[in-house]
């Protein structure tokens, strides 16, 4: 039997509105009324007043593909990223705004981001002299799949660029999704080496800049901030299956997904991981097969990753060993699964231009 889809516990998945505070300003420079778009979908213009109301995870990225569909500009989510830095994330920016230095602010953002955004991770992978800042979508069935990546890794960018201050670059791009028709937008925006069909979606800087210390922090400050942030986070916190699955798709993506390791990061022995999953109905094991075929999904889906490369990315020893595990969770192959869905969303793309031209 496949696992339990994500889509049976992605109703809560939820984002704070400052990620898309800038939605009816873009329209009107764009020439587009906002009221009439937001009304389409039961939105009034009053949503975006403070920054700290919440809308679903799904209906966010309904708004996002709507704003392109009515204004044809293909780059309507880079152009929402450029708005978003550190003060959209709210009491949460603050915090990793007084980190002392790089490293310390990004691990702070990364661990509590969820606090701000459900529905998609940070992560950060360190390799030899470089390091991705990355992020994933966990919602299934997201519109404007490629929009959302495109926002947030422009908001990446900028949250780089305002901790490590005006001399940083980036070495590279990423983006996971096809390259667009016109890149001029994403050229003069990041101004660096742009990749597409990338494993995953980030931005990829030298690590030296870790070491860079943090303009304006102040300590005293931060251990004040830490304490509300420890408050909302008990307050509002998932339960700890949820945090596991969340922790789950970010270890995967950094191939780092055993039991050990997840367990280190909620500072508890594995025993102790396997014991407290137990007592909820699952284990291990199984949150591991969930995620990695939720994270297949999308990348077979919205990506030209090769097989191989899939497997590899997953943890699998060859293709065929994941191919085994992705017939186990579906009933289909890989290849097969791809294949329904480059034919559904060519009927999808046919349908919408019959539509528009009637």
Not at 211 to 220: D, F, L, R, Y
């Amino acid at each position: 039997m496949p696992p339990q889809s994500e889509s049976q516990r992605s109703e809560n998945n939820t984002v704070r509105i400052a990620t898309a505070m800038s939605i009816p300003k873009i329209l009107k420079q764009l020439g587009y009324d906002p009221v009439p778009l937001l009304a389409e979908l039961g939105l009034e213009l009053s949503l975006f007043d403070d920054p700290d109301n919440v809308i679903p995870y799904a209906l966010r990225s309904q708004l996002i593909q709507l704003c392109v569909k009515t204004t044809h500009c293909q780059h309507f989510g880079l152009l929402l990223g450029q708005h978003i830095g550190l003060s959209s994330a709210g009491l949460v920016g603050f915090l990793v705004q007084q980190s002392p230095n790089v490293q310390t602010a990004l691990e702070s953002l990364v661990r509590y981001a969820p606090l701000h955004v459900r529905g998609g991770v940070i992560y950060m992978d360190e390799g030899d002299g470089s390091v991705l800042l990355g992020y994933g979508i966990y919602q299934p069935k997201v519109e404007a799949r490629e929009q959302v990546e495109d926002g947030s890794v422009a908001a990446l960018f900028n949250i780089l660029r305002e901790l490590c201050g005006p001399q940083w670059r980036p070495l590279e791009v990423h983006f996971s999704h096809h390259r667009p028709t016109d890149i001029r937008p994403f050229r003069q925006f990041f101004k660096a080496p742009l990749i597409f069909n990338a494993e995953r979606s980030g931005v990829l800087f030298s690590s030296k800049w870790l070491q860079q210390s943090v303009s304006g922090a102040e300590p005293e400050l931060r251990r004040l901030l830490q304490k509300y942030v420890n408050d909302l986070e008990s307050q509002y916190g998932d339960d700890f299956v949820a945090q596991v699955r969340r922790v789950l798709h970010t270890a995967l993506l950094t191939q780092q997904a055993t039991a050990e390791r997840v367990a280190a990061l909620f500072s508890i022995h594995p025993r102790t991981l396997n014991r407290r999953l137990k007592v909820s109905g699952t284990n291990f094991h199984k949150l591991a097969d969930q995620s990695r075929f939720e994270i297949a999904q999308q990348w077979l889906e919205h990506s030209s990753m090769e097989l191989t490369q899939i497997s590899a990315a997953l943890g699998y020893s060859d293709a065929s060993a994941f191919t085994r595990a992705f017939r186990r969770w579906s009933g289909t192959t890989p290849s097969l699964w791809r294949k329904q869905c480059q034919q559904t969303d060519s009927k999808q793309k046919r349908a919408a231009t019959t539509s528009d031209l009637s």
